[in-house]
DNA sequence: TCTTTTTTTGAAATATATTATCATTATCGC
DNA sequence: GCGATAATGATAATATATTTCAAAAAAAGA
């Protein structure tokens, strides 16, 4: 049996119906629950930004560092997750994969060529828009995606 | 001097136009045309499909043998395109890059997930509104792609 | 045209990212 | 707790991307 503390810095209502969702999902398909696939999941809930699996690596490494947490489970899991389109993995730019979770609102993102940075936004007067273009071209919608590239405020400043 | 002949199958007004720009950009850089830059700028041109740096490498390999183009000189090519804004990465789902020429209008997509047609359109609305949002977060904007899936009229009524 | 200068090239070496293998360990139903 | 099964970490194997460098090609000048 394990000693490790998982030592959640927050534990929401929100969190524990993921955490719930990821279980029942697991045991539908005879996987066990483990605590490796717990702190990935908690750590990308609790992370504001896109996670590649190298710095979602290192964060679980300072973080759980008797874990000795292995690259291959991070990548194992990013996958499972991804499956099971419980996160979203996204590509642009230069520096490779990044996820994040696909549970929260809907949103768009702004990349930034230069550094590969990706901020996130939400626009309801876009999301209108969208539906009355789908529906004018009668289109039944069901998903979107949208991009935005550009320079961020940091690199400009360079 | 080399021997070989592009044998384009197609050239386009518009292709014609592409390839000045590309000259005119390489000479303002100091860089230098070769047959090499060019059957990767008409390769991309006359495909229909969003190549990764791989297939690209291996139509040129066949299509072109006597020019023995070596990979590196694909990326070095797709990374110099990428930069002059001339081509786009994408990275949809599991593996690679993939390239595509962004030298076209903005490309707003509606994506049937059944039958996978795609039809463009055009909103201003949503143009401004990207505008808008870019530069209140202080973000220069240089491009965006959109994407909306669904089902198209066509395949709602199968 | 020929010569010089500079850039580009292909091949191979290197670096980075991702996946597979496998012996050991952990989970979970009983 | 026990046994069946799945997951893990370490590391090997692949896959993907970039760098190095001598030779070749392109542009500029005469």
Redesign the pocket.
Known sequence: ??EISTNFTERTIEYEQLLLDFKVL??NN????????EVILECLYNSDEHL???SLHNILQNKYPD???????V???L?LLEDSKIVTSLSFG????KYELGAKDHHDHLICTECGDITEFVDDQIEKKQHQIADKLGFKMLDHSMQIYGICQSCQQK
Do not use: D, V, W
């Open positions: 049996m394990s697991l045991k005879n996987l066990k629950f483990t605590i490796q696939r590649t699996p190298e874990l000795k947490i292995g690259i291959a489970t990548y194992r899991t996958s230069a520096q490779g994969k």
